[in-house]
């Protein structure tokens, strides 16, 4: 019952926060939440035992048409493999890109593949 009170008192707060930036229109009409994005995200997948599999991110805003938005998005691959990708996906969504230009796929131990969730892009 803790954990639950916890998650929605977070998710009240996300709320407010995407609320404030829907609310700010930029001179070009746009809000911040549209230009933009926010992210939402526990490092915990089940409060109770403290999985790290099957971790939500809640993302509110598209970045400027990069994101999907309105969808649940399952992504494939396995945990490890998809937190990197998606800290890759919300880099690039925010702009950061590499040296020549390229978006941010490369993010995280190199071992692993490299890349972005293509399910949350639009």
Do not use: C, N
């Given at each position: 019952l803790?954990?639950?009170k916890i998650d929605?008192?977070?998710a009240q707060t996300f709320r407010f926060l995407l609320?404030?930036?829907q609310a700010?229109?930029?001179?070009d009409g746009q809000s911040l939440l549209d230009?933009?994005?926010?992210?939402?995200?526990?490092d915990l997948g089940n409060g109770p035992s403290h999985s790290a599999r099957r971790i939500p991110f809640v993302i509110g805003g598209g970045a400027g048409?990069?994101?999907r938005q309105g969808q649940y998005v399952r992504a494939s691959g396995d945990n490890e493999r998809n937190h990197a990708k998606m800290l890759n996906t919300i880099a690039s969504a925010a702009g950061v890109r590499k040296d020549n230009g390229?978006?941010?796929?490369d993010f995280g131990d190199p071992s692993l593949p490299n890349g972005?969730?293509?399910e949350a892009l639009a």
């Open positions: 803790l954990h639950h929605r008192q977070f609320e404030k930036l700010y229109v930029m001179p230009a933009g994005t926010a992210v939402w995200f526990s048409g990069f994101l390229d978006l941010v796929d972005l969730i293509a």
